[in-house]
């Protein structure tokens, strides 16, 4: 069973950091593009960033562009997203997601985790 | 990267069917045959529902159905049940390699 478990999430003043950490099982976690995707609170989906298969390149929304940073550790199946300059509007449910094989869409989800900027 | 526009609500009575319609750019949806459509319930992750603007997963019923039209994708469901009353968000893969959804549309079952 394909299971992505976020965690990392909390509260962090503007202009904090926080790393989340998405651990991937139940598939070849490097056979596959893995992304970051947004909620925030009452509001739709926001797409973040995405990572191909080896960690060499990564493509990110223009809103957190120069703020945060996705990487993986294949090695360890995890998935990682180091946010920095953390401001009010980065507050969202933020979720780890499986990209399809094909890649042209997003096959698995997890359930999130909170992070809350807020002095 | 502006979200794609969805209506922000449709509604239709059991057994009817209702079109969601996910307009975009010819950057974005116009540029390709990469969308996708997901359907949230409350407190739920989203799901999958529709790729590659017309194919369904291994498990999504057949009452689900994609198209696209120039720079406009929709989401047909046909049958309407209960259970199908939740958010719905469609995603486009751009022309600078980033992905955008729309705003999001709620479905109410009457």
């Known amino acids: 069973e394909v299971q992505l478990v976020e965690s990392g999430g909390g509260s962090v003043q503007p202009g904090g950091s926080l790393r989340l950490s998405c651990a991937a099982s139940g598939f070849t976690f490097s056979n596959y593009w893995m992304h970051w995707v947004r909620q925030a609170p009452g509001k739709g989906l926001v797409w973040v960033s995405r990572i191909n298969r080896d960690g060499s390149s990564t493509t990110y929304a223009d809103s957190v562009k120069g703020r945060f940073t996705m990487s993986r550790d294949n090695a360890k199946n995890t998935l990682y997203l180091q946010m920095n300059s953390l401001r009010a509007e980065d507050t969202a449910l933020y979720y780890c997601?499986?990209?399809?094989?094909?890649?042209?869409?997003?096959?698995?989800w997890g359930q999130g985790t909170l992070v809350t900027v807020s002095s | 990267q502006s979200a794609l526009t969805q209506p922000a609500s449709v509604s239709g009575s059991p057994g009817q069917s209702i079109t969601i319609s996910c307009t975009g750019t010819?950057?974005?949806?116009?540029?390709?045959?990469?969308v996708s459509w997901y359907q949230q319930h409350p407190g739920k992750a989203p799901k999958l529902m529709i790729y590659d603007v017309s194919n369904r997963p291994s498990g999504v019923s057949n009452r689900f159905s994609g198209s696209k039209s120039g720079n406009t994708a929709s989401l047909t469901i046909s049958g309407l049940q209960a259970e199908d009353e939740a958010d719905y968000y469609c995603?486009?893969?751009?022309?600078?390699?980033?992905?955008?959804f729309g705003g999001g549309t709620k479905l109410t079952v009457l």
């Open positions: 010819s950057s974005d949806v116009g540029a390709n045959n990469y």
């Open positions: 995603n486009s893969y751009t022309s600078s390699s980033t992905w955008v």
């Open positions: 997601v499986r990209e399809t094989i094909t890649g042209t869409g997003l096959d698995y």
